[in-house]
């Protein structure tokens, strides 16, 4: 494996006790207000909460009705945060989302209007149906936290968030994501169907006018989400981790020399330093989850398939052999010892 050498990080102040059990506090408020409407869906609660703390971007994808929207509006609104929904469609347009400038002819002035991006909470829904020029214009927000309308920048809110939605079935009319947009989500969640207990309990709560969103109320603030993201950042990480979060992203970049010839051969191309940065942002958030100071390797691998599974690039040979992300994520991840 490469060897890793770790710059002088700056001293943080440790984590307090109290500092851990305030933030399980919080995530705990926010996750009953969740389960209160959502049916289900936990591992997707998890990808929000993390995303949310480690300042990250969540791809969701599932054939429709699973909840997607509903869980984004219902996050939102738990946190008292501002909300846009954008609906991609193949006109959409750039301006329609960052915003444009007005002329007014009663001034001979133009206006700068502001567009749904410069909200908390953003959700782009069936973000793949919206053109490759569109689907760019979303890059300098999601990266560089601004956007440039008639060569002035401004600045989004803090806190902001960016939940896209896909469908993988219904491709008709659809634009494949650039990779390069692809790597700025910090996590792809992909949604499965709910259980015939769980789907029993949609049916109850429909029937007795209980599944309703948004929460009626927030419970926590976005003063709350700027703490959770502060303690997030001062979890600890110890040099065996980072080590082993390298030595797994180089084994998706040069897998001939890790990986069985029958596996490695579908593997056209790694992560980027991208997916390294991801791992070590959402392990410290799941830690706190947990309600620990530090990050445990186990931290690393249950995040595997959300943190790798849209930064590795299969070759056509895979999919012809139905050969999934998630299967070749595993045998990455099999191949380096857990420290």
């Given at each position: 494996?490469?060897?890793?050498?770790?710059?002088?990080?700056?001293?943080?102040?440790?984590?307090?006790?109290?500092?851990?059990?305030?933030?399980?506090?919080?995530?705990?408020?926010?996750?009953?207000?969740?389960?209160?409407?959502?049916?289900?869906?936990?591992?997707?609660?998890?990808?929000?909460?993390?995303?949310?703390?480690?300042?990250?971007?969540?791809?969701?994808?599932?054939?429709?009705?699973?909840?997607?929207?509903?869980?984004?509006?219902?996050?939102?609104s738990s946190v008292d945060a501002r909300f846009s929904r954008i609906q991609c469609t193949p006109d959409l347009l750039p301006a329609d989302i960052i915003g444009t400038q007005v002329y007014d002819p009663a001034t001979a002035t133009f206006s700068t209007q502001l567009g749904p991006v410069h909200a908390n909470f953003v959700l782009l829904d069936e973000i793949n149906r919206s053109s490759a020029k569109?689907?760019?214009?979303?890059?300098?927000?999601?990266?560089?936290?601004?956007?440039?309308?008639?060569?002035?920048?401004?600045?989004?809110?803090?806190?902001?968030?960016?939940?896209?939605?896909?469908?993988?079935?219904?491709?008709?009319?659809?634009?494949?994501?650039?990779?390069?947009?692809?790597?700025?989500?910090?996590?792809?969640?992909?949604?499965?169907?709910?259980?015939?207990?769980?789907?029993?309990?949609?049916?109850?709560?429909?029937?007795?006018?209980?599944?309703?969103?948004?929460?009626?109320?927030?419970?926590?603030?976005?003063?709350?989400?700027?703490?959770?993201?502060?303690?997030?950042?001062?979890?600890?990480?110890?040099?065996?981790?980072?080590?082993?979060?390298?030595?797994?992203?180089?084994?998706?970049?040069?897998?001939?020399?890790?990986?069985?010839?029958?596996?490695?051969?579908?593997?056209?191309?790694?992560?980027?330093?991208?997916?390294?940065?991801?791992?070590?942002?959402?392990?410290?958030?799941?830690?706190?989850?947990?309600?620990?100071?530090?990050?445990?390797?186990?931290?690393?691998?249950?995040?595997?398939?959300?943190?790798?599974?849209?930064?590795?690039?299969?070759?056509?040979?895979?999919?012809?052999?139905?050969?999934?992300?998630?299967?070749?994520?595993?045998?990455?991840?099999?191949?380096?010892?857990?420290?």
């Amino acid at each position: 494996m490469i060897p890793l050498t770790t710059p002088t990080l700056g001293s943080l102040p440790t984590l307090t006790r109290g500092e851990l059990d305030e933030a399980a506090r919080v995530t705990g408020d926010i996750e009953r207000a969740f389960t209160a409407t959502v049916v289900g869906q936990r591992g997707l609660l998890r990808s929000l909460l993390v995303t949310m703390m480690a300042r990250g971007h969540l791809l969701m994808e599932s054939v429709p009705g699973l909840a997607k929207t509903l869980s984004a509006q219902v996050l939102a609104s738990s946190v008292d945060a501002r909300f846009s929904r954008i609906q991609c469609t193949p006109d959409l347009l750039p301006a329609d989302i960052i915003g444009t400038q007005v002329y007014d002819p009663a001034t001979a002035t133009f206006s700068t209007q502001l567009g749904p991006v410069h909200a908390n909470f953003v959700l782009l829904d069936e973000i793949n149906r919206s053109s490759a020029k569109t689907q760019s214009a979303m890059l300098e927000a999601m990266q560089e936290r601004q956007t440039t309308i008639g060569g002035r920048t401004h600045r989004l809110p803090r806190p902001f968030l960016v939940l896209a939605t896909q469908n993988p079935i219904d491709e008709e009319g659809t634009y494949v994501l650039p990779q390069a947009q692809m790597d700025r989500f910090l996590l792809k969640e992909v949604l499965d169907y709910p259980s015939p207990e769980e789907e029993s309990l949609v049916l109850s709560r429909i029937a007795d006018g209980t599944l309703q969103a948004p929460a009626s109320a927030p419970v926590a603030t976005l003063a709350d989400v700027e703490f959770l993201q502060g303690v997030a950042d001062r979890v600890h990480v110890a040099e065996s981790v980072r080590r082993y979060i390298v030595e797994i992203v180089n084994v998706t970049r040069h897998p001939d020399q890790f990986l069985p010839t029958d596996t490695a051969r579908y593997l056209e191309h790694g992560a980027s330093p991208r997916g390294a940065i991801a791992f070590l942002q959402a392990a410290r958030a799941l830690a706190v989850l947990a309600g620990r100071g530090h990050v445990l390797p186990e931290d690393v691998v249950a995040l595997r398939h959300s943190v790798l599974r849209h930064r590795i690039l299969l070759t056509f040979e895979a999919a012809a052999a139905r050969v999934r992300p998630d299967d070749v994520v595993d045998a990455v991840f099999a191949a380096v010892p857990t420290p």
